[in-house]
């Protein structure tokens, strides 16, 4: 991913609230799963960290990015946003500048 695409996404991911917490039980199964699903549908995903949370957020976007195969475009302080382009071009939502 380039900057320039990286940066059309964080300015997408601005007016995008969070749909997703972490909170005190950190990553489940469960979680990894419905982000992954979220990620399959949305392709752009923001993830709210809860304060009881202990574990660091880079080390999470990096878990997460891992698990549903997709790209950890940023991390600011307890928000992490994550992309995943569309398998099937038709199915894509968002359009990336060129690189």
């Known amino acids: 991913m380039t900057s320039r695409q990286r940066a059309y996404l964080k ?8 749909i997703f917490q972490i909170g005190k039980s950190s990553l489940t199964p469960e979680i990894t799963a419905a982000v992954e699903e ?11 960290i ?3 949370c202990d574990a660091d957020p880079a080390e999470l976007a990096e878990a997460l990015s891992a698990r549903t195969h997709s790209e950890t475009v940023q991390v600011i ?12 071009e038709k199915n894509r939502k968002i359009l990336l500048p060129r690189a």
């Open 50 to 52: 809860l304060q009881n």
């Open 38 to 48: 979220a990620l399959n549908k949305r392709e752009l995903v923001k993830i709210s």
């Open 11 to 18: 300015s997408l991911a601005m007016t995008t609230d969070p």
């Open 77 to 88: 302080g307890k928000k992490i946003v994550l992309y995943k382009q569309a398998k099937e």
